[in-house]
Nanobody
C-alpha cells in the first residue's frame, strides 16, 4: 500500500508562490498517476492537476493552468506542486493521491485510492 505525506502548505499573500511536496513510501511514484486535489470549506473535493506515470500533465484547466505546475523527483520518490500567482480562491486543504494500481489512468476523484493527510494553503488578499 502506498503511503503519501504532503508538506509545504502555509499562509501566503495573493500573488505569491508555494511549493507543495508529496512524498511516498510503499510504492514508486514514477509508476503511478499522481493527482493533486483541494477542498475548500463547505465545498467538494476538486481535481487540480495530475502527472501521469507516462509524464503527461492534466489540468483542471479553468482554475490553474498557467499558474500551477507538477513535477516529479524520482530519486526522492516525491511529486511537487508549484503554485504561482496564488489567489484567495486557491485557499483550501491540498491533497495528493494515487490509484491502487500502478500504470492506471484515473478519470476522477473516485478512481484514486490512497490519499495523504492534506496540507493547508491559505492565500490572503
Amino acid at each position: 500500500q502506498v503511503q503519501l505525506v504532503e508538506s509545504g502548505g502555509g499562509l501566503v499573500q495573493a500573488g505569491g508562490s508555494l511549493r507543495l511536496s508529496c512524498a511516498a513510501s510503499g510504492g514508486t511514484l514514477s509508476r503511478y498517476t499522481v493527482g493533486w486535489f483541494r477542498q475548500a470549506p463547505g465545498k467538494e473535493r476538486e481535481f487540480v492537476i495530475a502527472l501521469t506515470w507516462s509524464g503527461r500533465t492534466t489540468y483542471n484547466a479553468d482554475s490553474v493552468k498557467g499558474r500551477f505546475t507538477i513535477s516529479r523527483d524520482n530519486a526522492k520518490n516525491t511529486v511537487y506542486l508549484q503554485m504561482n500567482s496564488l489567489k484567495p480562491e486557491d485557499t483550501a486543504v491540498y491533497y495528493c493521491a494515487v490509484p491502487a494500481a500502478a500504470y492506471a489512468s484515473p478519470n476522477g476523484v473516485n478512481d484514486y485510492d490512497y490519499w495523504g493527510q492534506g496540507t493547508q494553503v491559505t492565500v490572503s488578499s
